[in-house]
């Protein structure tokens, strides 16, 4: 026996109604944890930064050896962060002079601070610069003062419970100026910085780098990033 138009119908007003309830449930549930449980961005800071080779001598190529002290803090009391393909590299006024160094996985704890410190180049890792590039370089190893750039790239995870978000791409950039001379090797006194940092930008991965605000930076030892995080779904 075959159910007559009406009762079709009342039967799939019922069902989508059903639907739409769910949905409007489950949006609320969404919202409201994300209100709850919304994660604040991490913070990136240089303490500390080595050198321990700086071959400049023989154009256009150019051979490192730097360490990088940074300090990572996640300020979310109830989100912690897994770091995932996470890469770092040194440049000088915006070309590569060392090579991307891949680093270890990292699962950052809830309102915790966790230290890094990357090993980038070596004597082996000739990297092309442009003349200008060494010879700026030159320069200012000559002056005693070196303006320099540490990227992150990579991904992370926010963790809430249990519910872990899915991947979100990390762009950070740090500049740092460090008080270098010709000839130089060992721990590096870091200078205040003249230029303005910029604040936190998200937007999708697949967009092309822009948009951002300046704040300054006053601490000669320890310089926050220019950081921005960006959506990688």
Not at 22 to 29: E, S
Not at 92 to 104: D, E, K, S
């Amino acid at each position: 026996m075959t159910k007559d138009p009406t009762q079709r119908r009342d039967l799939g007003r019922a069902m989508c109604g059903c639907i739409f309830i769910f949905l409007v449930l489950a949006g609320i549930t969404v919202l409201t944890v994300w209100l709850v449980y919304r994660p604040q961005n991490p913070t990136f800071t240089v303490v500390g930064v080595g050198v321990f080779n700086l071959n400049n001598t023989s154009p256009p190529f150019l051979s490192t050896t730097m360490q990088f002290s940074i300090v990572t803090r996640n300020p979310n009391k109830r989100v912690s962060i897994f770091y995932d393909h996470l890469s770092a590299f040194v440049t000088y006024h915006n070309q590569m002079i060392t090579p991307p160094v891949t680093l270890p996985p990292l699962y950052q704890e809830k309102h915790s601070t966790v230290q890094l410190a990357p090993i980038l180049g070596g004597r082996d890792a000739v990297v092309p610069v442009s003349p200008e590039v060494s010879y700026g370089l030159g320069m200012d190893e000559a002056n005693g003062v070196v303006g320099l750039r540490l990227v992150l790239l990579g991904k992370l995870r926010w963790k809430a419970g249990a519910i872990t978000t899915g991947h979100y791409g990390v762009y950070v950039k740090c500049d740092v100026l460090l008080r270098l001379g010709k000839g130089f090797v060992g721990q590096v006194p870091l200078v205040t910085s003249p230029q303005h940092l910029r604040t936190i930008d998200w937007r999708d991965e697949e967009e092309s780098d822009g948009g951002s605000g300046d704040s300054d930076s006053h601490n000669p030892t320890k310089q926050k990033t220019k950081m921005i995080l960006m959506f990688a779904k």
